[in-house]
């Protein structure tokens, strides 16, 4: 890939993407217009981000640009000729989409679809991936039997033990208006691969995480956790006991999906990917490994009221991604994931003290 643009390049995901292929030599365009401040505050605040990409690449040209502002989206694509498209910029947040129904719509869905139509119209061979989501799946997960273990909620059918596969029904669910967003972004990208042929590929993420998110209470699970434990602030547990399970990936096995799709696309297919079955843990299990790293116990309160929609147990079935791309496969442990984020948070911690600022 020779050059590439990277939406919500100043995000967790994006950041990853515009580092790799800048790694490997590429010409990379990072499109973002930091629009994670609004959705979230200063703590979803991701210039820090960019800032760290300026200073550590060799080619990349940033450009401050809405995806819902069609004519500046042609207007990158009329002036570069890209050959991969990864589009990771949205309105992450299931909660939060609620609050902001229209905009959410305008990002996720109509900024996915003019992304989609300026690669038709300027750049019909590049490569396009969509990073989705396990929402769109909505609260189907929470129709498999499930058992209470001691610390987790697990899946009752030895059926079920690899996680939940892209055979998963989509609609008539509960989704939050996040979920029917993106599905509305998955089903276009789908759809531009199978109808007008682009070579579209869909990744629906379980909790993908690493050191650069810009974590907060409603987008970035285990960073807000180890966050707040850093700070010694408390931490909410909203329901099911703290017992729910995420499957963890790292942001770098995500970029290596990517890649293994951009060498092979297959026009329209649709992936689940997360850490799967061997970097799956429940909140309380999270709680109890950080307390392990950071010596002390993390506080914590519990509100009996489930997120709503919010899965019980989601565990990604890698099984279709393997198939397609054995070479790919998990590299970063649960373990060594939140070994690298509590050390990055302890560092931003350090930083904030010797600076005498709140961290
Ligand atoms: N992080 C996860 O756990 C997770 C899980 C499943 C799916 N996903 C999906 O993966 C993708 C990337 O997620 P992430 O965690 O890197 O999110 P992120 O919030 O860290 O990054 C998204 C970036 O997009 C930018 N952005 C938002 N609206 C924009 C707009 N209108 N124009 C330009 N830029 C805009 C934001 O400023 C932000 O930097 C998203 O589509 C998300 O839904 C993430």
Sequence with gaps: MSRVLVTGSNGLIGSEAVLYYDGLGA????????????????????????????????????????IRDRESVFDLFRAHAFDLVVHCAAQPSHDLASQ???????????????????????APDAVFILM????????????YPLEE?????????????????????IDRCLHSLFGASKVAADVLAQEYGRYFGLKTGIFRGGCLTGPSHSGVELHGFL??????????????????????????IHSIDVLAAIDAFAAAPRPGEVYNLGGGRGNAASIEECLAMIEARLGRTVRRTYLDKPRRGDHICYISDLRKLH?????????????????EIVEAELDRARLASSLGIAG
């Design 27 to 66: 010409d990379v365009h990072g499109a973002d217009n930091n629009m994670r401040r609004a959705f979230f505050g200063p703590n979803g605040d991701t210039l820090w981000n960019l800032q760290r990409l300026e200073a550590q690449t060799r080619s990349f040209t940033h450009h401050t640009v809405d």
């Design 100 to 122: 902001i129904p229209l905009v959410d719509f305008e990002v996720n869905a109509v900024g996915t679809l003019n992304l989609l139509e300026a690669t038709r119209l300027h």
């Design 132 to 143: 989705s989501t396990n929402k769109v799946y909505g609260d189907v997960p929470n129709e």
């Design 149 to 169: 273990l001691s610390t987790r909620w697990e899946y009752a059918r030895p059926e079920d033990y690899n996680g939940i596969s892209e055979s998963c029904r």
């Design 223 to 248: 960073s807000h956790l180890v966050k707040t434990a850093v700070r010694g602030e408390e931490y909410t547990i909203f329901g099911y006991k703290g017992k729910q399970v995420r499957d963890q």
């Design 323 to 339: 198939a397609d791309f054995p070479a790919w496969r998990i590299t970063r442990s649960l373990d060594r994931i939140l070994d």
